[in-house]
């Protein structure tokens, strides 16, 4: 079994609520591996009561969490960096069994999440206040912050261990407590590293998590959006869901990141380097198959270079290896589910019908199970296609020609989605141009790989608001307040 795991323990299959323990109504649902749609594990399939009894932990351990010295909370949060550097390999393994990518990017998923973990266990101890010049005699003015108090955090299934991170290490090093629900799809990695957050000093109550399935993460997750003691809500995931959890925790108006879906353009200039967009293209697209929220789902290239830029890109896709992660040469794994695939394929058949051409890929791969779909090339597309308005999240990289650079631009803004954008040129002055004019939370500038720790990851319009990572990351889970002493 090359994908099992050295310690068993680091599946324990039950929520922790202040302790391991099974969903009250003793519930449970079956995880499925995607490359051969079958159940290899179950999990708790946990309901309101579960949900209120996180809180409640959560709620109780916050007054002590918050009072340990940040040097405290960051040397726990190092420790636990170093308990998920030290398994990468079997959290490599998991990511790939549950999630289904490939090995060697499942176990690069854990080197990136633990990149959040050790960023904030340093950022933990530099949440530096201000100290106010006051405009009178006699006064002293400071500005402090101040962890927000309990936060939920509910994540999806394309990075089941880099969107725990990225959450998590942020709230614990502001001396914030957690409550946490995990995609249906992808439960167990956030499972393993809350036993490691355990094991690295994190106390009990500190940290806790419920699983549940599709069918009731909306009776989980409203515990936590009615209930006044949930200050935050970090939600990474699609638009419509994200407003959703907007509208229903405006009763009691809580703090809000929202991490949603985006619509990213990748264009390419006739003065770009098209080698190295090729490049830029295989790595930004291809990544998880095509299942990020960064992925480009509309790529637009000058008339003048189009036909050559096809001819290179369908032959780079055209020798991509689509196969489990058990195979250690795949670099396409299956989608999550035969939803995923069902949509890839709608989107396809649209753009047919439509007038685009397939330059290579457009079938599903049933040889090798329910779950997969060859890496496609569609020229030919347009505004008006599924695949250009919807994110497909899979392997299919529409092709659409433009003449000018004004043209590309307001094509490129038009979606209500703005988190990623990506463009190739070797112009300064079009750099300049192009950058400022894009609507988007991140630009990719002769570059497909975008996130890093140290980078404020988040989108704009309908890609949601607030920012993961950077020195900005710390501030999404900490309020402010001034102080002001008179009589001096
Ligand atoms: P999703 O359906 O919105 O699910 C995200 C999370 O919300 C899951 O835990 C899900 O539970 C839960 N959920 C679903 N319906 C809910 C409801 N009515 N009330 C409360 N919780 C609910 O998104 P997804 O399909 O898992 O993820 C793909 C989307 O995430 C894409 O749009 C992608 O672009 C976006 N994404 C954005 C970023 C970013 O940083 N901007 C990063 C990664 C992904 P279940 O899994 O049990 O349904």
């Known amino acids: 079994m090359p994908l099992s795991i050295h310690r068993d323990d680091l599946l324990p299959g039950r929520n922790f609520i202040g302790r391991w323990c099974e969903a009250q109504q003793g519930r449970r649902f079956d995880v499925i591996d995607p490359a051969t749609d079958t159940v290899f594990a ?22 002590a969490w918050r009072a340990v010295p940040a040097k405290q909370r960051a040397q726990i949060l190092k420790r636990w960096n170093d308990l998920i550097m030290a398994h990468r390999e079997d959290l490599g393994r ?15 998923e854990v080197v990136y999440a633990a990149s959040y973990v050790e960023w904030f266990a340093e950022e933990a101890t530099r949440a530096n206040g201000d100290v106010i ?44 407590t957690v409550v ?53 809500i970090s939600f990474t995931g699609s638009t419509p869901v994200g407003k959703q959890l907007a509208r ?58 189009h036909d050559v830029f ?10 991509l290896k689509v196969g489990p992660a058990t195979e250690p040469e795949s670099q396409i794994g299956p989608m999550i589910n035969a939803r995923a695939v069902d949509k ?5 058949i649209d753009a047919l019908e439509r007038g685009a051409r397939i330059a290579v890929g457009g079938t599903r791969l049933v040889s090798l199970g329910t779950n997969y779909y060859a890496p496609t090339v569609l020229a030919g597309t347009d505004a008006t296609m599924a695949c250009t308005c919807e994110e497909t999240f899979g392997p299919v990289v529409p092709v659409t020609r433009f003449d000018t650079e004004a043209e590309v631009v307001a094509a490129a803004n038009a979606t209500p989605f703005g988190l990623a954008a990506y463009f190739y040129s070797r112009d300064v002055k079009r750099i300049w141009r192009v950058a400022d004019a894009l609507e988007a939370g991140l630009v990719g500038i002769n570059e497909g790989a975008l996130a890093a720790e140290a980078a404020p990851f988040g989108g704009v319009k309908e890609s949601g608001y607030g920012r993961e990572g950077s020195v900005h990351g710390l501030d999404e889970y900490m309020q402010m307040k001034y102080l002001c002493q008179g009589q001096l």
Request: with cysteine.
């Open 133 to 176: 010049p006051a405009p009178v005699t006699g006064r002293r003015m400071f500005a402090l912050k101040e962890p927000v108090g309990v936060v939920a955090a509910i994540t999806p299934w394309n990075f089941p261990a880099a969107m725990i991170a990225r959450k998590i290490a942020p709230a614990l090093a502001a001396g914030c």
């Open 310 to 319: 096809v001819d290179k890109l369908a032959a780079r896709v055209g020798a």
């Open 248 to 305: 229903r925790s405006a009763d009691t108006l809580k703090k809000l990141s929202l991490e949603l879906g985006g619509n990213a353009p990748f264009i390419v200039f006739d003065d770009a380097d098209l080698d190295a967009a090729v490049d830029g293209l295989m790595v930004a697209k291809f990544r998880n198959g095509g299942q990020t929220c960064v992925s480009p789902n509309r790529v637009f290239v000058h008339t003048s270079v």
């Open 42 to 63: 179950s999990v708790p399939d946990s309901g309101a009561d579960d949900a209120r009894a996180a809180l409640d932990a959560a709620h109780a351990a916050f007054p």
């Open 180 to 232: 946490c629900k995990p995609a249906e799809d992808t439960p167990l990695t956030s499972l393993a590293l809350v036993k490691l957050a355990g094991e690295a000093g994190v106390p009990p109550g500190v940290l806790n998590i419920v699983t549940a399935s599709r069918e009731r993460a909306a009776e989980v997750v409203d515990v936590w959006l009615d209930d006044a003691r949930v200050r935050k």
């Open 344 to 348: 890839i394929e709608r989107h396809v």
């Open 94 to 108: 998991l990511i790939s069994r549950e999630q289904g990518k490939p090995l060697a990017e499942g176990r690069g």
